[in-house]
């Protein structure tokens, strides 16, 4: 695979990890305040909830994950050249703070906390560390491969 078709892939499979991530941490953040409303959400509601946001929610949040991981990726890229040994903490330290600065964008534009994970300090952390394991993701899909001797 050439190295151009790694970095593609390893973007949009990073974009797909942090966005099933968030999506999963959506979910799991509304069942829990129901919860705590005294209202019970059986596995069986649970899953409807995940259907949902994976085809409501997933998407548009996945776009904004890319656009944030366009500016991201090319920071992490530059200091990793500078810094080759940091090369596997860069990507997730860059997929988080990309995550971290999108939440903070949209806390700031919007009138109100459009991702209802977004409302707590927990949520904030869950959203952003699934941006430093599509970081991950990507370092791995993208490490160099070793020359192959005939």
Same mark, same amino acid.
């Given at each position: 695979?050439?190295?151009?078709?790694?970095?593609?892939?390893?973007? *949009?499979? @990073? *974009?797909?990890?942090?966005?099933?991530?968030?999506?999963?941490?959506?979910?799991?953040?509304?069942?829990?305040?129901?919860?705590?409303?005294?209202?019970?959400?059986?596995?069986?509601?649970? !899953?409807?909830?995940?259907?949902?946001?994976?085809?409501?929610?997933?998407?548009?949040?996945?776009?904004? +994950? @890319?656009?944030?991981? +366009?500016?991201?990726?090319?920071?992490?890229?530059?200091?990793?050249?500078?810094?080759?040994?940091?090369?596997?903490?860069?990507?997730?330290?860059?997929?988080?703070?990309?995550?971290?600065?999108?939440?903070?964008?949209?806390?700031?534009?919007?009138? +109100?906390?459009? +991702?209802?994970? @977004?409302?707590?300090?927990?949520?904030?952390?869950?959203?952003?560390?699934?941006?430093? !394991? @599509?970081? !991950?993701?990507?370092?791995?899909?993208?490490?160099?491969?070793?020359?192959?001797?005939?």
């Amino acid at each position: 695979m050439t190295r151009r078709v790694r970095v593609v892939l390893g973007w *949009v499979l @990073a *974009v797909v990890v942090a966005a099933l991530g968030g999506t999963l941490v959506q979910v799991w953040t509304n069942a829990a305040a129901l919860v705590a409303l005294g209202v019970p959400v059986p596995l069986g509601e649970r !899953l409807g909830m995940l259907a949902h946001d994976l085809v409501r929610f997933a998407p548009l949040y996945a776009a904004l +994950i @890319a656009a944030g991981f +366009i500016v991201a990726w090319p920071v992490a890229a530059g200091l990793a050249r500078l810094r080759p040994g940091w090369r596997s903490a860069l990507f997730p330290l860059a997929g988080f703070t990309a995550l971290a600065t999108l939440l903070l964008a949209m806390q700031w534009a919007l009138p +109100i906390t459009a +991702i209802a994970a @977004a409302r707590t300090p927990l949520g904030v952390t869950l959203l952003c560390l699934a941006g430093a !394991l @599509a970081g !991950l993701v990507y370092v791995v899909v993208t490490r160099p491969q070793k020359s192959s001797s005939a």
